[in-house]
């Protein structure tokens, strides 16, 4: 175990002192790539990117809101309510449907186009939907945000309002027999049914996606009462998506000391390599005992025989 402790700090003591050998190199390469991320930090545009919350209540209008402070409905219900929502965000009609609001405020973009720039997403266990947009221009990331939730609002608007209000009331009742039916399953799980454990099963299942459908349908509903006339604008896009020059100087500082580290443990290593080389050839050139031995009794055979002939 100290052997191994000893030999542990032996390597220790080597990587240090290879460092300190090289340590020039690791610095040059430091600085090198340092300066080259802080160029490339000037040389590239920037990417700024808008943010537009929607808050969505089931039981009521919907409103846009421009910062995360809103008491919001948490929960599973907010779950359902919002995997609707954010496919309907997504789908090539509301895309469609804000490339041109976009092009009548003077910005040409295509559907295609504009769905490489936006993500929306829930904010955890909300029923807050937050979609953010990004360009290299800060009045355009604004625009597409606010495109967006427009056409969003306005597809959802444009639904019959009878036709909503049949479609509640017909979800309203399926739910209710539902929720007895699963009552009754319930008394027989608890009777241990084996049969009724999959039937209630079966049934919670079709609750929760008749569940999602109605608070889809609600929102719908809320719309139609003056919830456009709350829309404003989105607010203009000051935060970079992109680093700066001072965090890529960084990074690239680090990616810097990283490469002169390992090209400074290269190096060793072959200058290791080299001398154990030199050492090898310098013992190899040397004459052993068994060789000087023989040399030496040659050397007496021939002075031997040299003072015979004289």
Known sequence: MAAGAMEQGGGVSRSFSALHRHYPLVIVMTLIWAVAFVLLGFLRPPIYQATRQISFDPNGSIQKINA????????????R?????????????VVAAAAEILRQRGIDVSPQQLA?????????????IEVTARDRQQRVASEIADSLVSAYVADRVSVNEAQLQAEAAQLSARMSALQTTIVSLDQQVAQKDPS????????????GSLSENYQTVLVNLGLQDGGVSTITQA??????ASPGPAVLGLAG????A?????????????????????REDLVGSRPNESERRA???HSRRVSTSSLADS
């Open 81 to 93: 309510l919002i995997a609707g929502q954010l496919q309907v965000l997504t789908s090539e009609q």
């Open 258 to 278: 990283l490469i002169g580290i390992g090209l400074a443990f290269v190096l060793e290593y072959f200058a290791v390599a080299r001398q154990s080389r030199r």
């Open 253 to 256: 500082a680090v990616v810097g």
């Open 196 to 207: 009724a454990v999959m039937a209630r099963d079966a049934a919670v299942a079709d609750y």
């Open 235 to 240: 607010y203009n896009a000051t935060n970079r």
């Open 116 to 128: 490489q720039t936006f993500d929306v997403s829930q904010l955890t266990a909300t029923n807050v």
């Open 295 to 297: 040399t030496t009794r």
């Open 68 to 79: 995360p402070s809103t008491q919001a409905v948490a929960g599973p219900d907010a779950d």
